[in-house]
């Protein structure tokens, strides 16, 4: 059913401690290195953002500083603006991640910016990341569904996703911001938009798991998600947890497909960080563990 390659960002370091109490610079990177050695290549591991705005983000070039260079791991960044991706890309990113949203209400809520700004600010994000050679992903929000307007038509999504090509972008990931999506919706965007986009999707309604199914099922190859099922949006109230990256390996081990991440070792990982921060993860496979433990026999 899966074929080909399936690449898993883990967004935990970002978007799952953004909505926490700050945990020390040490802590993050501390937490990028233990996903990593968890069989993680690809982890979003800081946000040049506002430290008055987002708090816990603050120290973001601590932390890209700290990590260096990880062979064959490529470090992203959540950058807003044209500074941010200059200090991104100083502090050694390898990737820029810059959000738009498909909702023009959650534009002005979260940035402050129509949409139309936003993809002027991406176009600034774009050409400083290639001057360096740093590519930038454009996380479309509310790509299924806006807590201010409702459903969003998957042609206006399309659209976006047309004009963030236009301006450069070298990959597009599509944002569930509130937890909206569902199977249905899934697919009637990717009719519109094409498989080559990655999908973010959240937990807030027991959906992420289904809809990345159905992504999968439908041909896309990359996804964001988050380990313990940390995270949401400190700007879209009712936003939950991401899907978790535990739940997402979980079920592609029963699919047969080899994404080289260490389910125990990754399982092990959302135990500390639930120490972290201080309660319980809301990931159903952190609590209960792989469906079948490391070295069970068969039959």
């Known amino acids: 059913m899966v074929a080909g390659d399936v690449e898993i960002r883990d967004v935990g370091p970002r978007d799952g401690l953004q909505v926490e109490s700050p945990v020390p610079v040490q802590a993050r990177v501390d937490l990028v290195r233990a996903l990593v050695a968890a069989g993680l290549r690809h982890v979003e591991v800081a946000a040049f953002v506002s430290p008055k705005a987002v708090p816990a983000m603050a120290g973001a070039s ?35 991640t810059a959000t738009l949203s498909a909702s023009a209400q959650y534009a002005q809520r979260n940035v402050r910016m129509s949409v ?14 290639a001057d360096r050679g740093v590519p930038t992903d454009a996380v479309v929000s ?19 996703v047309e004009r ?22 899934i697919g009637e965007v990717l009719d519109a938009v094409g498989t ?8 807030t309604r027991g959906t992420g798991l289904v809809c990345a199914y159905e992504g ?6 990359r996804f964001d998600c988050s380990v313990g099922g940390l995270g949401g949006s400190p700007f879209a ?15 592609l081990d029963d699919l047969g497909v080899d ?8 399982v092990a990982v959302a135990g500390d960080l639930e120490d972290l921060v201080g309660h319980e993860l809301p990931s159903p496979v952190a609590r209960s563990g792989p469906r079948v433990a490391a070295g069970s026999p068969a039959g």
């Open 62 to 96: 601590e932390v890209l500083e700290s990590l260096g260079n990880l062979d064959g791991v490529v470090l992203s960044a959540l950058v807003p603006n044209a500074r941010g991706a200059r200090d991104a890309v100083a502090a050694g990113a390898q990737e820029l």
């Open 196 to 203: 080559d986009v990655g999908l973010h999707l959240h937990e």
């Open 116 to 129: 139309a700004e936003s993809l002027a600010a991406l176009e600034q994000v774009v050409a400083i990341g």
């Open 164 to 185: 963030c090509r236009e301006v450069g972008a070298d990959r597009v990931t599509l944002a569930d911001t509130t937890g909206m999506a569902t199977p249905r919706g």
């Open 237 to 251: 109230e009712g936003a939950a947890g991401n899907l978790a990256t535990e739940g997402l390996v979980n079920l």
């Open 216 to 221: 999968l099922r439908r041909g896309v190859r």
């Open 259 to 266: 994404t080289g991440i260490d389910l125990t070792a990754l």
């Open 142 to 160: 509310c790509s299924f569904g806006s807590p201010y307007e409702g459903e969003i038509a998957a042609g206006d999504v399309a659209g976006v």
